[in-house]
């Protein structure tokens, strides 16, 4: 027992130091890469194809993804520039990917920009590509010890389940001098799990406290002698959000607004101790339904966080998982999560986009405004029923009614905003 408490002791020494070197060594006044690179619209809808790319692959098939340097640099810096000033140069030689990562850093007396370079190669015996090289600035540390730090920071981080998703699904990845090829196959169920993780716990930062308040004056004013409306909570949050919002922010302000919302519908937190909106709790309807509204804002949700064709794909997934015994596959509940998708691209798609949407939000009467009435469309279908009627999700029936559906989400005033 004293040798691995050793052990431990000395290994978390080691770490400690690690990350140490690396602040101290990789901090620095001059980007190893050139920031400032500029996206044009043609470069933001090819990086946006190359990320969707794997949606494409039906669920319980394997699917490859190959993708040149050209294509992973443009990804990679459309991913890093979302969120921070950075950017990344990706390089492929002898059967090994190069990056080369420089990003901006709060003002700070060690310096203006972290620089990293690391290498990943096909290691014998390992799956997936390995750390073989790490540098933080000047400093040169041992693959090994770099890849136990990293490893060990992303476990023990809110990190961990976003790496879980993105990693489960892929089987290998293979470099070579043009291109890296990679091999996946995600399950219904991993699917399914995605959506619910990233619905709740997305990477939208925590709300200003402003939201939750005004989410809690328009709980506190609802009659309760009436059912609560989902446009009773966006409507005044939006408001909210055109009076806060400037063309910088306001993607952001959405995203915040969708947030608190979906918390509050979702039941994520109605007892939240000093939440000003715990002291009331309604369910939340739309056409009279709460699965509706939780439906909507979780795609909505996801959308802002995520992307689209996840959050479609992860729609279909729960309806057919549904039907296997459950509540039943129902077209009624895929047209409250196309809706809810569709409204959180528009709500994030660009500034331009976010600015729209909040200007039509505020005005709104009713749910008619965002939400079409999808109560003719069949439901509560098990596994049978619906393979009798429609037989696959790609057959030319329930093709033709999905597209039915997506003209009649489309159709909806707030979405023909221009």
């Not at 015996?125 to 010890?145: N, R, V, W």
Request: a positive charge.
């Amino acid at each position: 027992m004293t040798w691995l408490l050793r052990g431990l002791l000395y290994g978390t020494i080691v770490l400690l130091l690690c990350c140490a070197s690396i602040v101290l060594f990789a901090v620095s006044d001059q980007p190893d890469v050139q920031l400032g690179w500029t996206m044009n619209q043609d470069h933001i809808t090819r990086a946006q194809k190359i990320l969707h790319e794997g949606a494409k692959t039906k669920p319980e098939e394997l699917g490859t993804i190959e993708l040149s340097r050209e294509d992973l640099n443009l990804a990679a810096n459309y991913l890093l520039n979302r969120y921070s000033k950075s950017a990344v140069e990706i390089s492929l030689k002898e059967n090994k990917l190069k990056f080369i990562v420089t990003s901006t850093l709060p003002e700070n007396k060690l310096g203006k920009y972290l620089n990293i370079t690391l290498r990943l190669g096909n290691v014998e015996g390992h799956q997936l590509p390995t750390i073989t090289k790490f540098k933080a600035g000047d400093l040169l540390l041992p693959s090994s010890l770099a890849a136990a730090a990293i490893d060990w920071g992303i476990r023990h981080s809110s990190l961990n389940n976003y790496f879980i998703l993105a990693t489960r699904p892929i089987k290998t990845v293979k470099i070579s001098a043009e291109k890296i090829v990679i091999t996946y196959f995600s399950s219904r169920e991993s699917l399914i799990q995605a959506r619910n993780f990233l619905t709740y716990n997305s990477a939208i930062p925590s709300a200003p406290p402003i939201y939750r308040q005004r989410l809690a004056e328009a709980v506190a004013q609802h009659d309760r002698n009436w059912r609560l409306s989902l446009a009773e909570l966006l409507q005044p949050l939006f408001a909210l959000a055109l009076q806060r919002s400037s063309p910088d922010t306001a993607v952001t302000e959405n995203r915040w607004v969708i947030a608190t919302v979906n918390d509050y519908v979702s039941k994520l937190d109605p007892d939240k101790p000093n939440d000003p909106a715990s002291s009331h709790y309604y369910s939340v309807y739309l056409y009279k339904r709460t699965d509706l509204a939780q439906h909507f804002m979780g795609s909505a949700a996801m959308t802002a966080a995520a992307n689209m064709q996840v959050s479609e794909a992860a729609g279909i997934e729960k309806e057919l998982y549904d039907a296997q015994g459950r509540s039943g596959f129902s077209f009624v509940d895929l047209t409250a999560d196309k809706a809810g998708t569709l409204f959180g691209l528009k709500a994030t798609a660009s500034p331009e986009s976010a600015a729209r949407l909040q200007k039509a939000m505020a005005l709104i009467k009713n749910y008619q405004a965002f939400m079409p009435d999808p109560s003719d469309l069949p439901e509560h279908m098990d596994e049978k029923a619906f393979k009798q009627r429609f037989g696959s999700t790609q057959s030319p029936e329930y093709l033709k009614l999905s597209k039915a559906i997506d003209n009649r989400v489309a159709a909806v005033p707030i979405y023909k905003v221009d």
